[in-house]
């Protein structure tokens, strides 16, 4: 069998090896897949639960801070008010009176409704604000979990993919020794001598 002949041989046995290893590798990589699904469901259900855990606790969060906070910077504005004022002889409802007349009561409440409602909406986007920010933080941490299950399959894969390189490699290189071992005892033969 003439060389050339041998080589072509060699190369598709190297071949077919090769479309194996790749065969292989596609499998591993079908098998490990259903993996990655399963994180992100993961991910999603810790999510939820997460949402679950803590929307009771902003709720009492927010609760504390109308019964503690709320109280606390209206009397801060208050002080702050009397200190600003330019006229501290004339404090309160009095300098609203000129000529002994008195202030409508709707004025004072509506006065007090407003302060109450600037109050209760300040504190309703300070408690979705840190909700937000929670919300996301779960979030980030869900797609980091996603993102490191993720690597660890590409590693994985990756690794299936040299194993199957290297095999592939050494079936070439053990089909190219196994030529020239025996081009080697044909020379050998045309000449004359015995083979090694």
């Known amino acids: 069998m003439p060389i050339t002949a041998k080589r072509r041989k060699a190369r598709k046995e190297a071949e077919v090896a090769l ?10 990589a079908d098998r490990l897949g259903p993996y990655a699904d399963q994180a992100r469901d993961q991910a999603a259900l810790k999510l939820l639960q997460a949402r679950g855990w803590t929307a009771p606790r902003l709720e009492t969060a927010a609760l504390r801070v109308e019964d503690t906070v709320a109280p606390r910077v209206a009397g801060m504005l208050t002080t702050a008010a009397q ?48 909700q937000d920010a929670e919300w996301q933080e779960h979030l980030d941490q869900a797609r980091e979990q996603v993102r490191e ?17 290297e095999n592939a490699k050494s079936a070439s290189a053990k089909a190219k020794e196994k030529v020239r071992a025996t081009t080697g005892e044909g020379r050998a033969k045309d000449n004359g001598r015995p083979g090694k």
């Open 19 to 28: 479309a194996r290893l790749q065969d292989l590798a596609k499998d591993q």
């Open 149 to 165: 299950t993720r690597e660890n399959l590409e590693e994985k894969a990756t690794e299936v993919a040299d194993d199957a390189a």
């Open 83 to 130: 200190r600003i004022d330019p006229k501290p002889a004339r404090r309160g409802l009095r300098l609203f009176r000129s000529g002994g007349r008195r202030i409508p009561r709707g004025v004072v409440i509506g006065g007090a409704a407003l302060v109450g409602g600037v109050v209760v909406y300040s504190l309703i986007r300070l408690r979705q604000a840190s």
